[in-house]
């Protein structure tokens, strides 16, 4: 007789003989009687069991109390059993994105994942790659625990196609395959960041001032704390260091993760601030090529966002300047994709398809106007104008 079979049948057993004392329990230590026993391993182990999202919640929350390793193959079940949540779709702030059973069955996987995080469970790939769209955070910690050959097919997969509010997912992907580069990851990584340029025109003796591009990072929604779950743990990862936080990728921008009691699951940001870069946008990618390279960011000699000036003398000066500035700027590009095909990370026949791709807008602040820049000149490929160019 397997064991499988064997916890089984003393699963049923035990469900059988005491379920409604079961439940008793839960709702007694719910109520804040701290002073109770703990419940035995069988007890637990009935509760992952019993196909009751609140008392698979609270089994996993004593697997985790207890340290006891013993129940890791449990906790797996229940995460290897999991399928994407099928959201309905909402058009006005009533409606709920999911059903009751659905939240409450979201909520219990979210409390096993802690338990497994916290025990250092082995979550495969498969599993990690199902539970992704729902709980990308928990996701994230689990992958960059995974050994590089377990773990790069499906970082490929999340860099390429991450979930909806899957930006850290994907953040961490990235930071992993840059460790251990996979063929074609660097040329598309480089190919991917979108550099812009402001280009600010400006009478002789003025100078560019006040421009530049801001963002924000917001926090998904909140519902209600439901009645007698347990606490769980939910993960904030951040380049941010402290003395609560424990690595997840290192190099030179680690990237750390902090866990959080709450009385729910409140779902996943909105946007993963990381000291002011959110998600894995142009300034990241860049930080990650100079990890790749093994050099500082500062080193590289171009920057993802940038002004420049440019004195009008005449609308043929000023269109020969950004031509210059484009030339300038591609060959920066190509200095940094010639450095990666020298450590073997792209091909040098991929060197040009894998340049940086230029966006330029232009700003005119000359007043009075009395010579129009338009219409703008023709732009090398690779570059473009912005379309709100003026």
């Known amino acids: 007789m397997t064991d499988l079979i064997r916890r089984k049948i003393r ?63 449990d906790l797996l079940a229940l995460a290897n059993e999991w399928q994407p949540l099928i959201r309905q779709v909402c058009d006005n702030s009533l409606c709920s994105e999911l059903s009751s059973e659905q939240w409450r069955e979201r909520e219990a996987i ?35 625990r995974l050994p590089s050959e377990e773990s790069t097919a499906l970082a490929l997969q999340l860099y390429h196609s991450p979930p909806e509010d899957g930006d850290v997912l994907q953040y961490v992907a990235a930071a992993l395959l840059a460790q251990h580069p996979p063929y074609g990851f660097a040329a598309d990584l480089l190919a991917s960041i979108d550099v812009h340029a402001t280009v600010v025109v400006v009478l002789p003796g003025s100078t560019a001032s006040g421009y530049g591009r801001g963002s924000s990072c917001g926090l998904g929604g909140t519902v209600p704390p439901p009645p007698d779950w347990p606490k769980i743990g939910q993960y904030i990862l951040s380049t941010q260091n402290s003395d609560m936080s424990a690595v997840v990728v290192g190099g030179l921008d680690p990237l750390y993760s902090v866990r959080t009691e709450t009385s729910w699951y409140s779902g996943e940001p909105s946007h993963v601030c990381q000291n002011g870069l959110a998600q894995l946008n142009p300034s990241t990618r860049l930080k990650l090529i100079a990890e790749m390279l093994g050099v500082s960011p500062e080193t590289i000699s171009w920057h993802t966002s940038f002004v420049d000036s440019v004195e009008f003398r005449s609308v043929d000066q000023v269109n020969a300047a950004i031509l210059a500035l484009v030339e300038d700027q591609q060959e920066k590009y190509r200095q940094t994709a010639n450095a990666l095909a020298e450590r ?16 330029i807008e232009i700003q005119d602040t000359r007043d009075p106007v009395s010579v129009p820049l338009m219409p703008l000149p023709a732009l090398p490929a690779g570059a473009s104008w912005d379309a709100d160019a003026r």
């Open 344 to 359: 073997g990370l792209l091909t040098y026949s991929d060197v040009e398809a894998s340049l940086p791709k230029l966006q």
């Open 11 to 73: 699963t049923t057993a035990i469900l059988a003989m005491g379920l409604m004392g079961t439940f008793e329990t839960v709702g007694f230590v719910a109520q804040g009687q701290t002073s109770s026993p703990l419940p035995s391993q069988d007890t637990i182990e009935s509760w992952l069991h019993s196909g009751e999202p609140r008392l698979e919640a609270w089994g996993a929350h004593y697997a985790l109390i207890t340290r006891n390793e013993n129940l890791t193959p």
């Open 110 to 144: 979210a409390t096993v994942l802690d338990a497994l995080i916290q025990l250092d469970g082995h979550v495969s790939p498969d599993a990690l790659a199902s539970l992704a769209p729902d709980f990308p955070s928990y996701v994230a910690e689990r992958l960059a």
